[in-house]
């Protein structure tokens, strides 16, 4: 064999190349909790390593601190431009308790002063999908699914000539979800992402018509991040940082935070082998925003395997990640 053909055959079979970097949406509640700030940085991080290429970032709440905290974090990790989108829903009934939202936004600079600045949220969605390959994008929400629920009752427009569902079904690749709740030798549960807009979630679970990963309550409760970070001494003036020092410290909490919404953002991009183990089985959502298992295989589950520790080690060494130098 010719040494360039086995460079070029060695290029494309090597772990994590530019051939299978994971193209991207996130969906996010981003300034309701900050979980949030470790899954952008770990999208960023992973972008960083030509694993993933993010599209846009899109908030499912109205906040009036999300979509500068999403411009704080993208500004920070070097990309002011990213396309931005925020809901047009209502927002639910409180904004970043702890205050460390406003505090960033403060401190960090940002390009998107107000949520006045974003697109909106459909829209943004149609646009960035019109453009891509078929079967292309992977959509990750990690909040509610007021956006996705609009997108697939969305029409046809000067962006795409199909409505929404037919747009998905042609251009996503599949739909990886902090989302829903399955405790142990249970048939039902109840989760924040889901119960809060009932009625789009209701619309996804049963329209959604790629694959959909579910990365469920009792995942990201046993994985905690942010304490090493904020005692890292040599990370300065980061926004990260800062978010997880201020709302760990408001909190009063020495053992870190839930890591539900990192554990969909690694899993879109990298799978999940070898940290889970996965089922297959179908929901129900219900009319308290429950979701009961009925009859079939639509969704993979993820479950933790006896990797935890090492699965919690990555995602706290990913939310160390520190801009790259350009």
């Not at 949406?25 to 999208?43: H, K, N, S």
């Not at 009934?93 to 403060?106: L, M, N, V, Y």
């Not at 079904?169 to 142990?184: F, T």
């Not at 429950?290 to 990797?307: C, W, Y």
Request: contains cysteine; charged residues 20%.
């Amino acid at each position: 064999m010719h040494n360039f053909t086995k460079q070029v055959l060695l290029l494309c079979f090597a772990p994590f190349c530019a051939l299978a970097q994971a193209s991207v949406i996130l969906d996010t509640d981003i300034a309701g909790d900050y979980d949030d700030v470790g899954a952008m940085t770990l999208l960023h991080a992973l972008a960083d390593k030509g694993e993933a290429n993010i599209l846009a970032v899109i908030s499912c709440n109205a906040f009036e601190t999300t979509v500068p905290t999403i411009s704080v974090l993208n500004t920070y990790f070097g990309r002011p431009d990213l396309p931005v989108g925020v809901t047009e829903g209502k927002k639910p009934s409180e904004d970043c308790p702890q205050k460390w939202a406003q505090a960033i936004i403060a401190m960090y600079p940002h390009r998107l002063s107000s949520n006045k600045n974003a697109a909106k949220a459909v829209a943004l969605y149609r646009r960035i999908l019109a453009k891509q390959p078929d079967h292309s994008v992977t959509v990750i929400s990690v909040g509610f699914f007021t956006n996705l629920a609009a997108l697939l009752a969305s029409g046809p427009d000067h962006f795409s000539r199909l409505d929404g569902r037919s747009l998905i079904r042609q251009k996503v690749k599949q739909l990886v979800s902090m989302a829903a709740s399955l405790p142990k030798g249970a048939t039902k549960g109840r989760e924040y992402n889901v119960y809060i807009d009932t009625k789009a979630s209701r619309m996804v679970f049963e329209q959604w018509e790629t694959p959909v990963i579910l990365s469920p309550l009792e995942v990201g409760e046993q994985i905690h991040t942010g304490i090493p970070l904020i005692r890292d001494d040599s990370i300065r003036n980061s926004p990260v940082k800062d978010a997880y020092a201020i709302a760990l410290g408001k909190d009063k909490n020495t053992t870190g935070r839930m890591s539900w919404d990192q554990t969909a953002v690694l899993v879109a991009v990298r799978g999940t082998d070898p940290w889970f183990n996965v089922r297959k089985l179908n929901f129900q959502i219900e009319d308290d925003g429950s979701n009961t298992i009925i009859p079939g295989e639509r969704f993979t589950l993820l479950e933790l395997n006896d990797k935890k520790d090492e699965l919690q080690t990555l995602i706290e060494q990913l939310m160390h990640h520190q801009p790259q130098q350009k």
